[in-house]
């Protein structure tokens, strides 16, 4: 049966649907020899699709992992500054050669919960943005918001010339600037978004006046971090990636 070319990319590791299109554009997919068009089918059973010159397979065994990044660890397949990255915390080189990626990103000074497949599809049901999927944060501040911060923060702000969704942010505690030695209050706040743009709590916070000091994601959707221990990653359940797909393919509308 033909099918769009991104997605048989995406099914095979090969890239994400998004980054399938960007290779196509770039005329670096054929089929049958023919530089490829975006929007075009192709059925495997007869067709012989490649990139850069190298024929497709078929379909890798999907896997699921759910890792517990720690600081300094990029959420990246390659670094070009030589630092550790999430596959790094894969302990066989099995696990890193079938197309293994993360689903989003944490930065490199954050902490917590990330997903890692080689399933295409399950990355772009879970990252694209009209699908809303909410992640929860713990987040320690400088300063302690005022209740009309909170609320400002809650309602959106405008960032890049583009409101934020409404988020779910709530002060957990005070906490001492003693053990900082600096002497300067903080605040834990557990924050749920259902976007996620690049370094968004992190701008936000400062722009609000309240500069992260550390950042670790603790939930996606349905599913906690839990008592993994950092570096460490354990293999999703079949109903947690069932739960998953279904909570991301809810319409937000």
């Known amino acids: 049966m033909a099918e769009r070319l991104q997605k048989l990319l995406s099914q095979r590791g090969i890239a994400s649907r998004r980054r399938a299109e960007k290779l196509i554009l770039g005329g670096r997919v054929t089929v049958n020899g023919e530089i490829a068009e975006l929007g075009q089918r192709a059925d495997v059973s007869h067709d012989r699709i490649c990139v850069d010159g190298v024929e497709i397979g078929e379909p890798p065994r999907c896997a699921y992992f759910l890792v517990h990044k720690p600081k300094g660890v990029v959420s990246t397949c390659h670094d070009p500054q030589g630092r550790k990255t ?114 968004q709590i992190r701008r936000v916070a400062q722009m609000l006046g309240h500069p992260v000091t550390a950042l670790h994601r603790s939930k996606i959707g349905s599913l906690p971090l839990g008592d993994l221990a950092r570096g460490r990653y354990r293999s999703l359940t079949e109903k947690e990636i069932a739960r998953l797909k279904q909570e991301a393919a809810i319409d937000p509308s």
């Open 86 to 199: 999430v596959l790094d915390l894969l302990d066989t080189a099995s696990h890193q050669g079938v197309g293994i990626h993360p689903v989003g990103r944490l930065d490199a000074d954050s902490t917590g919960a990330l997903l890692l497949t080689n399933d295409g599809d399950f990355t772009y049901l879970l990252t694209h943005p009209r699908h809303q999927m909410s992640k929860v944060y713990r987040v320690s501040v400088k300063g302690v918001p005022s209740p009309d911060t909170l609320s400002q923060w809650q309602a959106g702000v405008v960032l890049d010339g583009r409101k934020t969704l409404p988020a779910e942010v709530s002060l957990l505690k005070r906490q001492s600037g003693d053990s900082q030695g600096d002497g300067t209050e903080r605040a834990l706040l557990q924050i749920a978004l259902k976007e996620g743009r690049n370094r």
